[in-house]
């Protein structure tokens, strides 16, 4: 069974850009939640999508945002980037039910210069 | 408020040495999962294991252990006679028991396990 796949695996951005990153979750699972990995505040929540609605969100400016499609694939998008975005942004996905533990991908490592 | 701390953020060892990870944990949620995963330097966050709040069973998968002590608010990892391929990043996490109720893993800091030869 192939695992969760986050492309892509590196993106160097410029201040103001903005950014889209994808992920493909395991074959079967629902839900798909977003974290930003940075070595000052560690691992934060972003979001979680359930069968293409957001379910649950962390405490990010609007700046940060995701979608879910049919297919439980998932984007996250940054608009107007901040150099305190580059970070490692992973993504997890789970059957989607409360006993569910998540499985993570490789991320995608954002720089923004 | 929840929180889980990590008091150590880097330990080494030799190989074949037992070590013990500490995670201690706040939550004022009476029933909530506790996780353990483990990054190695691909980045990727692989699960080890996850414990609920009412079951206080400790568990054992090789050589890796796990002792839950609800009464100090503890989950701690041990890895018996380690090995080079132990080298990672470990974290313990924290996760209300139903979605309903936030979803989100709060993790600790993470422990920097260095497995020498």
């Known amino acids: 069974k192939a695992g969760v796949t986050q492309t892509p695996r590196y993106l160097i951005k410029t201040r103001g850009q903005q950014v889209t990153l994808s992920c493909s979750p395991i074959?079967?699972?629902?839900?798909v939640s977003w974290y930003q990995q940075t070595p000052g505040q560690g691992l934060q929540f972003l979001f979680e999508?359930?069968?293409?609605?957001?379910?649950n969100k962390g405490n990010f400016p609007g700046r940060f945002s995701g979608r879910q499609f049919s297919n439980s694939r998932s984007e996250m998008n940054v608009s107007t980037l901040e150099l305190g975005d580059s970070a490692l942004y992973l993504c997890?996905?789970?059957?989607?039910?409360?006993?569910?533990?998540?499985?993570f991908g490789n991320g995608t490592r954002l720089t923004v210069t | 408020a929840q929180k889980v701390t990590q008091a150590q953020t880097e330990i080494s060892v030799v190989e074949k040495e037992d070590v013990t990870l500490d995670c201690v944990y706040e939550t004022r949620d009476t029933t909530y999962y506790l996780f353990w995963y483990k990054q190695p330097p691909s980045g990727e966050l692989v699960f080890l294991i996850r414990?609920?709040?009412?079951?206080?069973q400790n568990e054992i998968s090789g050589r890796y252990s796990w002792n839950f002590q609800k009464s100090t608010s503890s989950f701690n990892f041990t890895i018996t006679a380690s090995q080079v391929v132990d080298s990672a990043v470990y974290f313990c996490?924290?996760?209300?028991?139903?979605?309903?109720?936030?979803?989100?893993?709060?993790f600790g800091q993470g422990t920097e396990l260095s497995v020498k030869p």
């Open positions: 999508y359930f069968s293409e609605t957001q379910r």
């Open positions: 996490a924290l996760r209300p028991l139903f979605y309903n109720q936030g979803g989100k893993l709060i």
């Open positions: 074959s079967g699972h629902r839900s």
């Open positions: 997890a996905s789970s059957l989607g039910e409360d006993n569910s533990p998540l499985h």
């Open positions: 414990r609920n709040s009412f079951d206080e």
